[in-house]
């Protein structure tokens, strides 16, 4: 027998005037995205915003259905566009944000299950490590260097081989 251990690594920052100019405007964009979302069921607008290896820039937002399970979260609704609209080009950092319609976006919410999956597939396919800005509009920020550093233990095309 032997133990081991998985240790996860992120950078903490008190508030947005603490990021580089290239990171706080990539969340101030996924700030702005959660006016795009389409939230009637949950009132909970997330917005996320990408920046790729060709320096362009996309966002996405939730966006639900009266069908709930049916409903996207920002980050696979901007995944999907991004290979859509520029196939084969690296995502190079991600920022996601959220509204709640009522209640407070004071500290960074982080992808659910399904979304890290998601990240890590796209990690793979473009082979580029997708780096994470998690913060909501005021509060606390986390920085995670790596999606796939969320999800230990996943799934991968490989274990299908
Ligand atoms: N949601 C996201 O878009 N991203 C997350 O990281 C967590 C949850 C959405 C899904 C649903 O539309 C709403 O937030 C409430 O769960």
């Known amino acids: 027998m032997t133990h081991q251990k998985i240790n996860i690594e992120f950078e903490e920052y008190d508030s947005i005037d603490q990021l580089t100019n290239e990171d706080a405007s990539l969340l101030r964009e996924a700030i702005k995205a959660t006016d795009i979302a389409y939230a009637p069921y949950s009132h909970f607008h997330v917005g996320a915003t990408a920046l790729l290896a060709n320096g362009k820039t996309i966002s996405g937002s939730n966006q639900e259905n009266a069908s709930y399970p049916v409903g996207l979260c920002a980050e696979r609704v901007l995944l999907s566009a ?3 609209v520029y196939p084969g080009v690296p995502i190079t950092t991600m920022a ?3 509204r709640p319609e009522n209640g407070k976006s004071n500290r960074p919410i982080s ?3 399904v979304c890290r999956q998601t990240l890590v597939e796209y990690e793979t396919l473009l082979k580029h490590p997708i ?9 606390k920020i986390w920085i995670i260097p790596q999606a796939g550093s969320l999800l230990p233990f996943g799934f991968s095309g490989e274990d299908l081989k």
């Open 111 to 113: 992808p659910c299950g």
């Open 82 to 84: 991004a290979s859509s």
């Open 131 to 139: 780096r994470l800005i998690l913060g909501g509009i005021e509060g």
């Open 96 to 98: 996601i944000s959220y």
